[in-house]
């Protein structure tokens, strides 16, 4: 198979996934579960999740690995099985991607902030090299480090990414609508600030996934490309922004919907889609239409 980075220089466009945390609670899991211990206890259905995307088009799947760092564990009393389970969530992507697919070693944020005292730069660096390694021990074929708001462990979270594995790395951001107009993450950063410093990084993919619908996505995205025209770009976008209904978060944007967005997307450099929150493999597979009947 081609590698990743040869594809998007070539100018091809990539499909990813969609929401992982909206199928596994189609598939029961309950509050207050810890998501990636399925990887052992119902290793089926998170198969069944990953080659549901796998059959509806996607290039790229992603691991059942999001909170699986020994600091996001520490919660469940699961650090001590941290390398365990990220292996398990690389294998079961890599048995659903077979060899013509490419796996995305998930790396969420370690819900901890640096400039707070609650963690320190070495814990950080070292949760995240362990999550790293055991993601390409898995099987997986690129690091993505995602839906994080804070610029200093996006650094440390790469450094451990690029010198602990050999797998290309990707960072995405997860910003928000301020009252002024623009988008910041909850930590301050700018989509310009984000592009600026993960350039500088030696990040290989960079992007947003998260908090907005792609309505959202295409703000964020000009304002990427304005900064930088070239940096391979992956954006992964919710459903919509979700409604209370009947006490319940509902994401409401169809697949029709999402679909029909894509090519603004694409006309802007975007290299890489996929969806995030309430996004299901029928999103998934109306996007791989669109791309694949793109000239």
């Avoid at 940096?231 to 029709?256: H, K, R, T, W, Y």
């Avoid at 995030?276 to 000239?295: R, S, Y």
């Amino acid at each position: 198979m081609k590698k990743l980075l040869d594809k998007l220089k070539e100018g091809q466009v990539l499909l990813s996934d969609g929401a992982w945390g909206t199928m596994l609670f189609e598939k029961g899991l309950t509050a207050g579960e810890c998501p990636e211990l399925w990887n052992i206890t119902n290793r089926d259905k998170v198969f069944e999740i990953a080659q549901s995307y796998i059959k509806a088009g996607a290039d790229i799947i992603e691991t059942n690995s999001f909170g699986s760092s020994g600091i996001k564990l520490e919660l469940f009393d699961l650090a001590d099985r941290a390398e365990e389970i990220n292996i398990k969530a690389a294998e079961i992507s890599r048995d659903a991607a077979g060899n013509d697919h490419y796996v995305f070693g998930s790396i969420g944020p370690s819900g901890k902030i640096l400039m707070m005292g609650d963690v320190t730069e070495e814990q950080l660096y070292k949760t995240f090299s362990r999550q790293s390694a055991a993601l390409e021990k898995g099987g997986a074929d690129a690091i993505i480090i995602e839906t994080i708001t804070a610029l200093d462990e996006a650094m440390i979270a790469i450094r451990a990414a690029k010198e602990n594995t050999g797998l290309p790395v990707v960072c995405t951001f997860t910003f928000d609508k301020t009252v002024n107009n623009d988008f910041r993450t909850m930590m301050g950063v700018s989509p310009t600030e984000m592009t600026e410093n993960l350039i500088n990084s030696g990040v290989d993919i960079i992007g947003t996934n998260c908090g907005n619908g792609f309505d959202g996505m295409l703000e964020i995205v000009k304002e990427i490309r304005q900064t930088n025209a070239t940096i391979p770009l992956m954006v992964q976008a919710n459903a919509g922004l979700p409604q209370l209904i009947n006490g319940q978060s509902v994401f409401p944007e169809s697949p029709d919907e999402m679909a029909a967005k894509l090519p603004l997307l694409i006309d802007l450099g975007v290299n890489t889609i996929g969806g995030c929150c309430g996004t299901t493999p029928k999103h998934i597979a109306k996007f791989a239409e669109v791309i694949n009947n793109m000239p």
